[in-house]
């Protein structure tokens, strides 16, 4: 875990082997003057190199200083925009690149000249904060597995530093709480990157239930039998063909006020899908394992949040199942019977996430009748299509809780992207034999939102969104923050979503 420290000394420079600067393109020397005595030609350098502050450019410059090697690590965040703003979204790439760049100079220790928030458009506090999230989660990797592990120049320590620090209140407070974000994201990605048979119901599942032991969290766990018994048929049904029982997940977050809100995550937890007897190619399961990543995006928020301690109820539910082939499996044209009555025709045995999703929203709306609900799923390879690794799609039909999700997407940066929920949809989940079928017709296409009208079933009137994180769960390229396996998509969100709650109403 990285250590975060602060250097409130203006005109001192820390003792570190690198120094950051985050630059915007035009304002090249603003944070500069505390290293110029180190190298006075600096503008001519950055003049001979090229360097503008163009987003993501970098400028590596050797000084030396009392005899001790240093390194200046220049990192550009682009242009400002409107009102002469820079996207916060391109400072944390920034940082990601700082890190990267710091790694590869092997310098453990840096130092990082805090800018302005002002120039991203955000306060100092909140600054702050995204740059120690950004820094643990560009420092991640996944190595369990390898007997040969290379951590050579890994950052152990970031300094913050500068002139705009010592404006902050309560920093202390503010780093304590980045990094319980930060090692949150981390936790997630570490689980979803888990090989799947390490990684099956029962294992995530004692996962959970030693995170609520150890943050006085309630939990209940129920087992395969008792979820047969309560009438849930979706996730008994995908759960028929492994030999590895499934799980329900329920982890409870509650606050002393009787008044406040209730609101409710629900996370697919699919620990590996091999599309059951609608089997997939053999490459479309070589990531299978990351089936689960909504799940785990739950579970890693809800030990977050109770440390944070937001000012509302929370209840996290997580499906778990593995989807596999064998002589006991669902066969398409089964019929299921779900935990609120329903039934649906299963004409493909890959279109499982849903199955699993609409028993542990009924038990949500029946049990806890939450103000609101937001779910995550890695559903639809139809979204993915769509919008691709960079934003994940947004359904709903509820305006309010559309524009509170997109809020915390923006300070986040987990980024979403709303698609239509309309009507001429639902016909495509139409089956002559059932209530609903859980593929969509070839006709109307649009798969995503078909597999958003299904769950739509299962939510009776509650202010729902729906987030198909297909996309940018795993594998996501060109964000200097992230490297190749799972993102931890929907951490950031989700603890935003809950920690200004009641500030956005």
């Known amino acids: 875990m990285i250590r975060c420290t602060v250097q409130k000394e203006i005109g001192k420079m820390p003792q570190a082997q690198a120094y950051g600067f985050i630059v915007s393109e035009g304002d090249l020397l603003t944070q500069t003057e505390p290293i110029l005595e180190w190298y006075p030609h600096l503008e001519d350098l ?6 503008t502050g163009k987003k993501q450019q970098v400028l590596i410059v050797p000084v030396t200083v009392n005899d001790q090697q240093k390194e200046l690590i220049f990192v550009g965040a682009g242009k400002p925009k409107d009102r002469g703003i820079i996207d916060i979204e391109l400072y944390r790439r920034a940082i990601g690149t700082l890190v990267r760049q710091a790694h590869t100079v092997y310098a453990s220790v840096v130092a990082l000249i805090v800018p302005n ?31 040969e592990r290379d951590r050579s120049g890994e950052l152990i320590e970031l300094i913050l530093c500068g002139e705009h620090i010592g404006s902050v209140h309560e920093i202390d407070a503010i780093i304590k709480n980045a990094e319980i974000i930060g090692t949150a994201v981390n936790k997630a990605r570490w689980w979803v ?29 129920f087992g395969e039998q008792e979820i047969v018994d309560m009438g849930m048929g979706g996730i008994a049904a995908v759960s028929r063909g492994s030999d590895v029982d499934c799980r329900l997940v329920i982890m409870e977050y509650r606050v002393a006020d009787k008044n406040a809100p209730t609101v409710a995550f629900v996370g697919k937890g699919i620990t590996f899908d091999s599309g059951g007897l609608s089997l997939k190619p053999a490459r ?50 089964d019929i299921i019977r779900f935990y609120n009555g329903k039934t649906a025709e299963v004409k493909n045995t ?8 609409a ?27 769509a919008l691709g690794p960079f934003h994940c799609g947004m359904m709903s039909e509820h305006d309010e809780l559309v524009a509170r999700v997109q809020e915390a997407s923006h300070y986040s940066g987990d980024r979403v992207w709303r698609l ?86």
């Open 46 to 51: 950055m003049r001979v190199r090229s360097f």
């Open 117 to 147: 928030g002002t120039l991203f458009g955000v306060s100092q506090a909140e600054l702050i904060k995204q740059t120690i999230i950004t820094t643990h989660m560009t420092s991640f990797m996944f190595d369990k597995f390898l007997t």
């Open 193 to 221: 990157d888990m090989p799947p048979t390490h990684m099956t119901p029962p294992v995530l599942a004692e996962k959970a239930e030693k995170i609520a032991q150890k943050h006085n969290l309630k939990i209940t766990i």
């Open 284 to 333: 479309s399961m070589e990531t299978m394992k990351d089936d689960m990543s909504g799940a785990a995006a739950v579970i890693a928020s809800m030990e977050a949040l109770a440390q944070l301690k937001p000012a509302i109820n929370i209840i996290g539910l997580a499906p778990l199942s593995e989807n596999l082939p064998s002589g006991k499996a669902t066969k398409p044209g």
């Open 350 to 357: 890959d279109a499982e996430g849903r199955l699993i999703l």
């Open 359 to 385: 028993d542990a929203l009924s038990y949500a709306v029946k049990h806890y009748k939450p103000d609101a609900i937001i779910d995550l799923a890695t559903l639809t390879g139809a979204c993915a299509h």
């Open 420 to 505: 239509p929920l309309h009507d001429d949809y639902k016909t495509a989940i139409k089956s002559s034999l059932a209530d609903i079928c859980n593929i969509g017709n070839e006709k109307i296409m649009a798969g995503a939102i078909t597999a958003a009208h299904f769950l739509q079933h299962f939510v009776d009137d509650i202010p729902w969104v729906h987030l198909d994180i297909a996309g940018t769960a795993f594998d996501v390229p060109d964000i200097s923050y992230l490297r190749s396996g799972a993102t931890g998509f929907g951490v950031r969100l989700l603890i935003d979503l809950a920690m200004n709650w009641q500030k956005s109403k």
